[in-house]
């Protein structure tokens, strides 16, 4: 399975931009996945995930109640709604996916395949 990420780009803080992962050479359909994020100078972290059905969200404190994770299983693809973007969320966006998390979607070990990155600038 590969992964793409994009749908980055330099935003004014207060605007929206809406991130999409697609999966080619292989279905994700059956497969939790979740998006990471790494800010200069920092650890990459969780910012959100969902499960293979999409009938279960997670959020990083951070980001709950201003993003937004969904998925379309026909289209191999996974979304993430990002709103009220602050400079604070600037990072490189990584989509990740895994055959079996164990409940345990905080996790980068347990995710088996990642996408490339796409760079999300908030400007102030």
């Known amino acids: 399975v590969q992964l793409q990420a994009s749908g980055g780009g330099l935003v004014q803080a207060g605007d929206s931009l809406r991130l999409s992962c697609a999966a080619s050479?292989?279905?994700?359909?059956?497969?939790?996945m979740a998006w990471f994020r790494q800010a200069p100078g920092k650890d990459r972290e969780f910012v959100s995930a969902?499960?293979?059905?999409?009938?279960?969200?997670y959020y990083a404190d951070s980001v709950k109640g201003r993003f937004t994770i969904s998925r379309n299983n026909a289209m191999n693809t996974m979304y993430l709604q990002m709103n009220s973007l602050k400079p604070d969320d600037t990072a490189v966006y990584y989509c990740a996916a895994t055959i079996d998390w164990g409940a345990q979607y905080l996790a980068e070990r347990v995710y088996d395949y990642w996408g490339q990155g796409t760079q999300v600038t908030v400007s102030s």
């Open positions: 969902i499960s293979w059905s999409g009938g279960s969200t």
């Open positions: 050479e292989g279905t994700v359909s059956s497969y939790p």
